[in-house]
């Protein structure tokens, strides 16, 4: 029996750079707030709760006077810095640098599109932290646009600058480009701002998937990542299931199974894929499972 962990699966550099950020703060003593998860695993926000990490909404930094508030990978909008420095909060900036980046193009597209009177639009997911902070570099003059249907939206007669979300789908983005180039009447400019070290997972895992008689995704729920990530898996292997840790297995899936390739999203701590790991292991030890997988004879 094979039982393998994906070695590029589990988090972006961005991710690990605000875990990082987080415990060298909490280790200097004090607590330390974050503006929302640092990222969507519960497990491992678990972990950093247990440090001291506390996690707080834009909405309450008033109250947060004088105290260490980390923004995230995702990246915030103008006016959550202005609202941090209006109050006194100290503010660590775990931004994402390719996150950064981005939000600076979303500015030079939005100037570009309001001397020409023209439309800026994000392919995105509506309300997901990444979009709001670039959207709000820009007063929220972006249409923000998540499937093909969402296109009723524009209009085809002025110009269009086309962006996307890091994390989004390369495929969905070409796709999303072609029509828009298809039913433009004005001029178009698309930028290609998905973060690389996430679009070629997408090609690495299909090819992971296919290696093996069965495949587990570990993924928080909410992880808009984990979600593409994992349709993109199973679309490789049919026998893929998602899982957010070792108490979602369920035994039956392992009866008459050789190969086991266990990955992730970009939200996913390698330790959690390795207890994932163990518990299978333990799971295919147990009388009830071995003698299905006895090698032929």
């Known amino acids: 029996m094979t039982v393998e962990i994906d070695d590029k699966s589990g988090f972006c550099f961005g991710v690990v750079t605000a ?22 695993n519960h497990k491992e926000m678990s972990r950093l709760s247990g440090l001291g990490l506390r996690t707080i909404t834009t ?11 980390l923004i995230r990978a995702h990246g915030e ?3 959550t810095y202005a609202s941090a420095r209006r109050y006194g909060v100290r503010l660590i900036d775990a931004t994402c640098p390719v996150v950064a980046a981005l939000q600076k193009k979303v500015i030079e597209a939005d100037r570009e ?11 995105g997911k509506q309300g997901h932290p990444e979009v709001i902070g670039l959207n709000g570099q820009i007063d929220n003059r972006a249409t923000v646009i998540e499937r093909e249907e969402d296109l009723e939206r524009l209009d085809f007669s002025r110009p269009v600058y ?23 009447r004005a001029g178009v400019t698309v930028r290609d701002t998905i973060c690389r070290q996430v679009s070629n997972r997408f090609d690495h895992l299909r090819e992971f998937a296919s290696r093996y008689d069965l495949v587990l995704f570990v993924s ?11 349709e993109n898996c199973r679309n490789a292997n049919p026998k893929c299931y998602k899982i957010e840790d ?10 008459n199974i050789r190969s086991i390739g266990i990955c992730g999203a970009t939200s996913t701590p390698k330790w959690l894929m390795e207890e994932v790991a163990e518990r299978v292991r333990t799971l295919l030890d147990s009388p009830s499972l071995s003698p299905r997988t006895d090698s032929p004879e």
Do not use: C
């Not at 875990?19 to 969507?40: C, N, Q, W, Y």
């Not at 909405?59 to 508030?69: C, I, K, R, W």
């Not at 599109?113 to 392919?123: F, P, S």
């Not at 070792?246 to 009866?255: A, H, K, R, V, Y």
């Open 246 to 255: 070792s108490d979602g297995l369920q035994p039956e899936w392992f009866e």
């Open 19 to 40: 875990i990082e950020k987080a415990e060298t703060a909490l280790r200097k003593g004090g607590p330390v707030f974050s503006l929302g998860d640092i990222m969507h």
């Open 113 to 123: 599109m309001q001397a020409r009177n023209g439309q800026v639009v994000i392919l």
């Open 220 to 230: 928080g729920a909410h992880s808009s990542n984990g979600k593409a990530l994992f």
């Open 162 to 184: 086309l962006l996307s979300q890091t994390t989004q789908s390369l495929v969905l983005f070409k796709r999303i480009a072609g029509q828009i180039r298809e039913r433009a």
């Open 77 to 79: 909008p103008p006016a």
């Open 59 to 69: 909405d309450e930094l008033p109250a947060y006077a004088g105290q260490t508030v």
